[in-house]
């Protein structure tokens, strides 16, 4: 006598291959869904195009001016200082932070001098990692840019990236 056909192992194992591939779609959905559109694509590359012209030239000024900056971390301080390229006044600096890789975690800090010209920031909790820092003027007349991986243990320098310039 013959086993009836759900007490056999080849049926099974048969419909076990579509069911693990419904089980795949789902997931897949799942994650696909968690991190909707990509932020990496651009509709107006044409105008992302001139954005990009305009940032070298801020980093063309930067480096007609000489700009340099040493950053030096402590714990979850920061600090700037200019060592070459320091403007007769001390305006206010825009210092932008970006992760390489996740955009939620990227911020952006004013900072003020005190009177010996130092530029005195914090840092989020347990910020580690490769990021870019950009600083630019109040005036957003220049602007210099440089990757660094936090945290940085030793002083930094910091001047404008030539682009083959």
């Known amino acids: 006598m013959e086993k ?27 994650i696909a869904s968690g991190y909707g559109d990509n932020p990496m694509v651009v509709d107006d590359y044409y105008k992302k195009g001139r954005g990009i012209n305009a940032q070298v030239e801020k980093v063309q ?19 700037l200082t200019y ?13 932008s932070f970006y992760h390489t890789t996740l955009a939620e975690k990227d911020f952006t800090v004013t900072l003020t001098a005190d ?11 347990n910020e580690e990692g490769k990021w870019t820092i950009t600083i630019t003027p ?3 007349s220049w602007r210099v840019t440089q990757q660094v991986q936090l945290p940085a243990y030793r002083e930094l ?9």
């Open 138 to 140: 109040f005036d957003d």
């Open 115 to 125: 009177a010996q010209g130092v530029y005195r920031g914090s840092l989020p909790d």
């Open 4 to 30: 009836p056909w759900y007490k056999q192992f080849w049926p099974w194992f048969l419909m076990l291959i579509p069911f693990s591939v419904v089980i795949a779609m789902i997931i897949t959905l799942t």
């Open 83 to 95: 060592n070459s390229g320091a403007p007769e006044q001390f305006s206010a600096l825009k210092v």
């Open 61 to 79: 000024a930067a480096q007609a001016l000489n700009i340099e900056f040493t950053f030096k971390q402590s714990e979850n301080a920061f600090t």
């Open 157 to 165: 320098a910091i001047k404008p990236l030539t682009y083959g310039v």
